[in-house]
């Protein structure tokens, strides 16, 4: 499974971003989708998850702000970033969960000025 991820950037801190993943070359049903966030030397945290179903898991620090969605026509998964804050910053990487195994894009970077 390849994963590719797009819309990272820099914004000033109150805007907005629209994160985008998109799978190819499975041969299984994606299951669960997911963002992570890497902030610089820190570990790699979950950030939204959304199963196939639909049901939706946040991070505390992005509820009310970030909203996870997918579109399963194009196994493509989206992350709805509003009233973004510096402490977004990081590497933000799509995963994905198809017939169990776990995998990864190559991230992308958002960077939020105060």
């Known amino acids: 499974v390849q994963l590719q991820a797009s819309g990272g950037g820099l914004v000033q801190a109150g805007g907005s971003l629209r994160l985008s993943c998109a799978a190819s070359g499975s041969r299984f049903s994606i299951n669960a989708m997911a963002w992570y966030r890497q902030a610089p030397g820190k570990q790699r945290d979950l950030v939204a998850g959304?199963?196939?179903?639909?049901?939706?898991t946040y991070a505390d620090s992005v509820k009310g702000r970030f909203t996870i969605s997918r579109d399963n026509a194009k196994n493509t998964v989206y992350l709805q970033m509003n009233s973004l804050k510096p402490e977004d910053t990081g590497v933000y990487y799509c995963?994905?969960?198809?017939?169990?195994?776990?995998?990864w894009g190559q991230g992308t970077l958002v960077t939020v000025s105060s």
């Open positions: 959304i199963s196939s179903g639909g049901s939706t």
């Open positions: 995963n994905v969960l198809a017939a169990f195994r776990n995998y």
